[in-house]
């Protein structure tokens, strides 16, 4: 009985596999002048009837569920969107791919992080989808193995509701949501239903919220199961981690160009392997070797491509979206080499820095000759650059006309919208005692840090959720680190423990409105609980450091947390 079932299901995947290359082959999803065309791509595999976001005739019980918003459509999310459709295809799963293209705009309340939108994108579905298993897939993410079944997955762990991966780095939470499988009934719906509307989305990224609902039961190992980051995701970066056997690959974090030409790269091996009748690559072809190469060969020749764009663009939109690039290139970089020495990341970074600056200074110079048009956007970018100009300049002559200019521009933009306004006087100030700091002008740099200040306080009463964005999660970071750069003044140069332990206080009494701390909040308060000590031998700090070291490794439960904190501050502290 056993080996007939086998054969049957060996002959529905042969007909399915079939089915799937007549399928491509009659839409000429595998002509190269669609391929190289990311949104004819997208139409074609989109208007096929058997390559569909939904097959209403599709009996699986399994749905496999994406979003892509335009801009990224545009470039990697469509060759993802055609690997995960052939793994769909020949296996038997449903898909939902959705996309403003299909009428499903994402407006909820306002909010623009793309990242929380599959937790109501989910929670809808499971509610009204008959699907037994929902599975998400993040668009910049690719199932490399067409052959791995996400239903022998399921049979490993039936006894559980949701299956995640752990997030390799610690800081972004529990888990890492660019794919997991979830079980739909109603512990499912009412964890997805606590995960969208019973927390702040300003408090942090989706697996952020993710940990709060996660720790507020206490049954919770009994419905969630976490394995290792590579199980249904990647260990990041995946150009120096990924594995022969990994069946998944996630490049998030990384940027666009690269996830295109990598998600390019494996579409094509699918489309070689049905045209051309050949073996499949292992892994599509994108194994670890081939990620290094790309990466490699990427960032070894950005530079000379940004130099090129200097020298022959002038467009204020153009260069503000250069500088978002080379901020992610910048980004990528410090966390490419893991000492490994493959990349010279040093050399790599100080040529992307380089360029930013660039940027940064043309940006500047462009934008500062057209703020006669009293467009707030090219204010903000003209302050923006300007100050980004200032924490990478060295000469303090340099900073003081720069301030100058910005000082203009800022009682204008603060007439045309106060709140940003604000925001951008508050920097100034800053700025400006860092640059009296710098020449050793005391007396002045706490002046305007004091100024800062003011301004902060201000806006954090006067607009309730100012503030709530800062590092996602960390809502009273700016003004806690004016209080340290006054505190360190006075505790530091001048002497002055009275006074330096006044702003001390300012800052405990910041961190102690939170009412959930993470590991960012609470590492950068015991960094400033142990310059309290080194400031002043009051016993109040140091019960206050054993205080909130003893809380964290009592409440948080992930071990690998609590030796990382721990080995570090003792280390310190000694």
């Not at 096929?48 to 699986?60: G, T």
């Not at 109040?540 to 080995?567: H, P, R, S």
Request: with cysteine; hydrophobic share 35%.
């Amino acid at each position: 009985m056993n080996m007939n079932n086998n054969i049957l299901s060996i002959i529905v995947i042969i007909l399915l596999l079939i089915q799937s290359i007549v399928t491509l082959m009659n839409h000429n999803c595998c002509n190269n002048e669609i391929i190289v065309d990311p949104l004819l791509l997208y139409s074609c595999i989109d208007n096929n009837n058997d390559f569909k976001n939904e097959n209403n005739n599709n009996k699986s019980d399994i749905l496999l569920v994406s979003y892509s918003s335009l801009n990224i459509l545009e470039t990697y999310a469509t060759y993802s969107y055609g690997i995960n459709s052939y793994y769909s295809l020949i296996n038997g799963y449903k898909y939902k791919y959705i996309t403003p293209h299909n009428n499903y705009n994402i407006t909820y309340d306002n909010f623009t992080d793309n990242r929380h939108y599959k937790i109501k994108i989910i929670y809808e579905l499971l509610l009204i989808e008959n699907s037994k298993y929902l599975v998400w897939l993040d668009s910049d993410l690719i199932i490399l193995n067409p052959y791995i079944t996400i239903s022998k997955i399921i049979s490993e762990y039936d006894k559980y509701d949701m299956i995640f991966s752990s997030d390799p780095n610690i800081n972004n939470g529990l888990v890492n949501t660019g794919m997991f499988i979830i079980k739909n009934n109603e512990f499912s719906k009412l964890f997805f239903y606590k995960w969208w509307y019973n927390y702040n989305k300003y408090y942090g990224m989706d697996q952020h919220l993710f940990d709060l609902v996660y720790n507020s039961y206490s049954n919770i190992s009994n419905h969630i199961i976490i394995l290792e980051p590579d199980y249904i995701n990647s260990n990041f970066p995946a150009w120096l981690n990924q594995k022969s056997y990994n069946n998944i690959l996630h490049l998030a974090g990384t940027n666009k160009i690269y996830k295109t030409d990598i998600f390019k790269l494996g579409y094509y091996n699918i489309c070689n392997y049905i045209i051309s009748n050949i073996t499949l690559k292992n892994q599509l072809g994108l194994n670890k070797n081939t990620l290094l190469y790309y990466y490699i060969n990427f960032y070894n020749n950005i530079n000379q491509y940004y130099d090129n764009i200097v020298k022959i663009n002038q467009d204020v939109n153009y260069y503000i979206n250069l500088k978002y690039e080379l901020l992610d290139l910048l980004q990528i970089g410090y966390l490419g080499n893991n000492n490994n020495n493959i990349l010279n990341n040093t050399s790599y970074n100080n040529n992307i820095l380089k360029n930013l600056i660039l940027i940064y200074k043309e940006l500047y110079k462009i934008s500062l000759h057209n703020n006669n048009d009293n467009n707030i956007i090219v204010y903000e970018e003209t302050i923006d650059t300007g100050y980004n100009i200032m924490a990478h300049e060295k000469n303090s002559n340099i900073i003081h006309e720069i301030l100058i200019e910005l000082k203009l521009i800022l009682d204008t933009l603060l007439n045309y919208n106060s709140k940003i306004g604000y925001y951008y006087e508050y920097k100034y100030y800053e700025f400006l005692g860092i640059n009296y700091v710098n020449q050793y002008d005391y007396k002045n740099a706490r002046i305007s840090l004091d100024q800062a200040i003011r301004i902060w306080n201000y806006m954090v009463n006067q607009y309730n959720y100012y503030g709530n964005g800062n590092g996602y999660y960390h809502k009273y970071k700016e003004g806690i680190e004016l209080y340290y750069l006054v505190a360190n003044i006075y505790c530091t140069q001048l002497n002055d423990t009275i006074n330096g332990l006044l702003y001390i206080d300012n800052i405990i009494e910041l961190f102690d409105k939170y009412t959930i701390y993470n590991i960012n909040i609470i590492e950068h308060y015991l960094d400033i609980l142990l310059f309290s000590m080194k400031c002043s031998n009051n016993n109040f700090y140091k019960k206050k450091y054993i205080k909130i070291m003893n809380m964290y490794l009592q409440n948080y439960d992930t071990v690998n947390m609590k030796y990382i904190i721990y080995k570090r501050y003792n280390k310190k502290k000694k």
